[in-house]
């Protein structure tokens, strides 16, 4: 300070720092909650860089990897969560957001990626091939990395038949569908069976539930005995084939040789 005197000594010094951008928000992960839909959650930054933090911007690269970055939304510093709504399936998406303050922003961004899930796999169908086995097949979808789980109900609740690859159940078949021969069923019998995709969002909804019977193996143990005294009747004696039996077809061939009538 000064006076008509003179100045006097140098008082205490004080050093302001100036407030500068903040760094980039921490822990950004990223949910695939459904074929449409991915949810982001994410940390404040580690420093708001001296001004509190104002708002987060969002935005997302479309493709993933175009470097084409569209801004979503901007939300306040208050909110830390984030749901995209309205996506296409089995796609992947990166997501990227800036934090501000009252200075601005440091131009780089928290940046992670994650893919929405699958459609439900389409025209799911069932075929008898014969006595143990049932033809499965669907439309091709999903992508080259997906894997397919068929699953059955037949022993009371939901089991795994069988986890592949698209590359194993959707390439090379002359129909153009995904397919799976379920092998080892009992004979006679009903199976219902469902199909999941998955891709590395996590699993789609199941399809449609289908239905599908193996055949009955053949009765065995079969003989002919005939009643004294008459040339018209004839007892046929066998054993029943497990599972359900609806009816049984019985053939003769008279003369020998002359083939089967019913």
Avoid: H
Avoid at 13 to 42: E, G, H, K, R, Y
Avoid at 71 to 94: H, M, R
Avoid at 95 to 124: C, D, K, L, Q, W
Avoid at 178 to 201: P, Q
Wanted: aromatic share 10%; charged share 10%.
């Amino acid at each position: 300070t000064t006076n008509n005197v003179g100045s006097s000594s140098l008082g205490t010094a004080v050093s302001i720092a100036t407030p500068t951008v903040p760094t980039i928000p921490t822990n950004l992960v990223l949910t695939s909650v459904s074929n449409t839909q991915i949810d982001a959650v994410w940390g404040a930054p580690t420093t708001d860089g001296g001004s509190s933090l104002v708002s987060y911007t969002i935005s997302l690269e479309t493709p993933s990897g175009s470097g084409n970055w569209n801004v979503i939304a901007t939300v306040p510093a208050s909110q830390t969560t984030y749901s995209f709504t309205g996506l296409t399936n089995d796609v992947e998406y990166k997501v990227g957001i800036f934090s501000s303050n009252n200075v601005g922003n440091n131009g780089n961004m928290a940046m992670t990626s994650e893919f929405t899930r699958p459609n439900a796999p389409s025209n799911f169908g069932v075929q008898t091939i014969d006595e143990d086995e049932l033809y499965i097949g669907w439309d091709v979808n999903g992508l080259s990395t997906s894997t397919f789980t068929i699953q059955t109900d037949y022993t009371g609740s939901w089991t795994d038949v069988v986890t592949d690859t698209y590359a194993n159940l959707c390439i090379g078949n002359s129909s153009g569908f995904c397919e799976y021969t379920a092998i080892g069923l009992d004979s006679g019998s009903n199976y219902n069976f469902r199909v999941f995709n998955t891709n590395a969002g996590g699993v789609s909804e199941n399809s449609v539930i289908v239905d599908g019977w193996t055949l009955n193996n053949a009765p065995t143990g079969l003989t002919v005995t005939t009643t004294a005294n008459t040339s018209t009747v004839a007892n046929l004696s066998f054993t029943a084939p497990s599972g359900i039996v609806t009816g049984y077809q019985i053939e003769r061939e008279s003369p020998i040789g002359g083939g089967w009538t019913t």
